[in-house]
């Protein structure tokens, strides 16, 4: 195809761009790989002096420490990182579509084509491009379009060749580091031309690492483009609809005396099903499930399979339905009256060991309980920055940093991330401290409810 230069660049320094990039670095010390953002304040943090990154990931800085300077550079020039590198990633955020055709639903890919038609512009020789954020199937024939459409794009009217290819990225937050470095699969979409053929062998050889020390090749998945681009929105429509279908049991099991933890542990344990994602608990949140699922949604409706189309908004509308049902609870222990009451939120991240509170259960619920004129004072370790950003304007909510203070002259703890440090904190100090009668709403069911119970707490769980 062409002698390349083994460079990388990856532009989007987000969730995804930034750490995906570290550890790409980490494991090719001989490739130079750049971290681009249009977002100057976010590059600023990546490159702090002290390391305050602009994302909190366990193990991330040192990672960062590790190769930041050395092969890894984040920078506000993209055009000049493009020149250098003939490996581009993109990573470029596609949340749901919010106007127009699709509203709701569809991707919103103007980021996307916004990052190939700048691709384009600065490029000064054949390129691969790598689809890293998660996107409709057949974008890459659009990328392709627009990428090695038109005249000549280069010097003296000379014809760029780009090679468009899927990979997308299956880390979670809060594990990302863990994930990237033994991750299950990777996976690379390409399309079986030569060229095709030969560009996924080079993103092969990222992953596999310098000297063959990273992903082993039997891990390293192969398929066509669209193959990949789906299978992306389908592993995350697969996750979604097993913490949804865990949901809806947890209700039954409320209703009826048995125990949602047991029956998971049972279930979980036919190897046919396993263990994982049987958690129920407040309902999913993060930034992608949502987003893929109602993305699949339009996508099969596009397709005319409705019935399809309506199997996967189940999945959505059973996650709504868990967030409803928490605060109708609450409403019912609370003599029917929320108004003028004060919750302390314990956790509003949507999950443990991150600071994203994008699309958080907690951020929903929280709404609700503000429309029934609750006063709500919400502590978090880590997303206190960002739960002020997303909450602001409503009146009668307060960020407590220390948990202690946050449940002060309460009259109930609502518990919505499993941070481990909240079955850690001195509950019979917390029991003093509130109004009474005291409750205890642990949708993660991960405090000792008997203990809470001895203590004096009135005790509520999820599927229980
Ligand atoms: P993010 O919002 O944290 O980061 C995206 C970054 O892209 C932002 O910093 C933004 O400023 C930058 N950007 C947008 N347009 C740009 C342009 N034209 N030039 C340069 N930079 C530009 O989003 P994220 O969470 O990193 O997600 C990115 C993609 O990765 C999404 O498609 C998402 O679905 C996918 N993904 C995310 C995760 C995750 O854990 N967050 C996991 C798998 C896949
Ligand atoms: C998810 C997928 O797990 C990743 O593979 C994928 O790459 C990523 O989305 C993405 O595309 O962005 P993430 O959203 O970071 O990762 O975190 P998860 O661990 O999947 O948790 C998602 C939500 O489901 C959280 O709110 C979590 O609390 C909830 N959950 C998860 C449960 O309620 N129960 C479970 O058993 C598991």
């Not at 928490?326 to 019912?332: A, D, P, Q, Y």
């Not at 919505?416 to 909240?422: G, L, S």
Request: with cysteine; net charge positive.
């Amino acid at each position: 195809m062409f002698t390349m230069n083994k460079n990388i660049v990856c532009i989007g320094a987000g969730y995804i761009g930034g750490p995906t990039m570290a550890v790409i670095a980490k494991m090719n010390p001989d490739r130079k790989v750049y971290v681009c953002d249009i977002n100057a304040q976010r590059i600023a943090a990546w490159n702090s002096k002290d390391y305050e990154l602009p994302i909190f990931e366990p193990g991330l800085v040192d990672v960062v420490k590790e190769v930041r300077g050395k092969n890894l550079f984040f920078t506000t020039d993209i055009r000049s990182a493009v020149r250098k590198c003939d490996i581009v990633f993109v990573g470029v955020n596609t949340p749901t579509k919010m106007f127009g055709r699709g509203a709701g639903r569809a991707s919103d890919l103007q980021f996307w084509e916004a990052t190939a038609r700048e691709i384009k512009e600065w490029a000064k020789g054949d390129k691969i491009v790598v689809e890293k954020s998660t996107l409709p199937v057949r974008t890459a024939a659009a990328m392709e379009a627009i990428l090695n459409g038109g005249t000549g794009n280069g010097e003296r009217g000379k014809q760029f060749r780009f090679t468009v290819l899927s990979n997308p990225e299956f880390l979670a937050e809060g594990t990302a580091i863990k994930d990237l470095l033994d991750p299950d699969r990777v996976l690379i979409g390409g399309p079986d031309t030569p060229e095709g053929r030969e560009a996924v062998g080079e993103i092969c050889d990222i992953y596999a690492g310098k000297d063959g020390r990273w992903v082993d090749r039997a891990k390293i998945l192969t398929t066509n483009v669209w193959s990949a681009e789906l299978t992306k929105l389908a592993a995350n429509a697969f996750l979604a609809q097993r913490v949804s279908s865990i949901n809806a049991i947890a209700g039954l099991c409320e209703a009826t005396g048995a125990d949602v933890d047991e029956v998971a542990r049972v279930i979980g344990a036919d190897r046919r099903i396993g263990p994982k994602f049987l958690k129920a608990g407040p309902g999913f949140g993060g930034s992608c499930f949502k987003k893929d699922v109602l993305n699949l949604v339009y996508l099969c409706e596009s397709f005319g399979l409705h019935t399809a189309a309506e199997y996967w908004s189940g999945v959505i509308k059973m996650n709504d339905h868990q967030q409803e049902r928490i605060v109708s609870r609450l409403f019912k222990e609370m003599f029917n009256t929320l108004a003028n009451k004060k919750i302390a939120m314990f956790g509003f991240a949507f999950k443990a060991d991150t600071g994203d509170t994008r699309e958080t259960p907690a951020g929903y619920v929280a709404r609700l309980l503000n429309e029934e004129h609750v006063r709500l004072s919400i502590t978090d370790p880590k997303a206190i920055e960002n739960g002020r950003r997303d909450l602001a304007g409503l009146d009668g909510v307060t960020w407590e940093k220390d948990p202690y203070k946050a449940a002060k002259d309460a009259d109930a703890v609502l518990l919505m991330t499993d941070w481990k440090e909240y079955p850690a904190l001195d509950w019979a100090r917390i029991f003093k401290s509130m109004r009474k009668p005291a409750l205890v709403f642990d949708t993660r069911n991960c405090l000792d409810a008997a203990s809470l119970r001895e203590t004096g707490f009135k005790v509520l769980n999820i599927g229980k």
